[in-house]
């Protein structure tokens, strides 16, 4: 297998393309791995929350970076984001709360747009384990 890996990427690219078309691009390495870290506590952990709402608003990270922090917390800390359960739904409505209360606040449009993406996720977690819970 790795020798089909090494003979692909030894090929000339086709005409009409450069070498680097068609790949997927280099993603920067994360300039704060440490507010990564916190994102999983957001929700649960005073000091990790303000780690990771000061990341959030450091205007020297990158927007991508920023928006991932904001867009993934309906990932980091959730038991599985495919089929959270009802034991995450606490961490669930704390974050929306969070987001309800720090949105309007908004460094920038990446950061708003961010928010309004997460909450939406967040949301329809909530209401699925809810409704689920219902239903049995």
Not at 78 to 106: C, K, Y
Request: proline share 7%.
């Amino acid at each position: 297998m790795p020798t089909k890996v090494a003979k692909a990427s030894q090929s000339a690219p086709k005409p009409g393309t450069s070498a680097g078309q068609g790949t997927r691009p280099v993603k920067e390495p994360i300039k704060d791995p440490m507010a990564r870290t916190a994102l999983a506590f957001v929700g649960t952990d005073a000091a990790a929350e303000q780690y990771w709402y000061e990341a959030i608003n450091d205007a020297s990270l990158p927007a991508n970076e920023r928006k991932d922090l904001i867009e993934d917390l309906n990932e980091d800390g959730i038991s599985d984001p495919e089929n959270p359960n009802l034991d995450d739904l606490p961490l669930i409505v704390s974050r929306l709360v969070l987001i309800e209360t720090v949105a309007q606040d908004a460094m920038d449009k990446v950061n708003a747009d961010a928010f309004a993406e997460a909450y939406k996720d967040l949301s329809e977690m909530a209401k699925r384990l809810v409704n689920a819970d219902r239903s049995k």
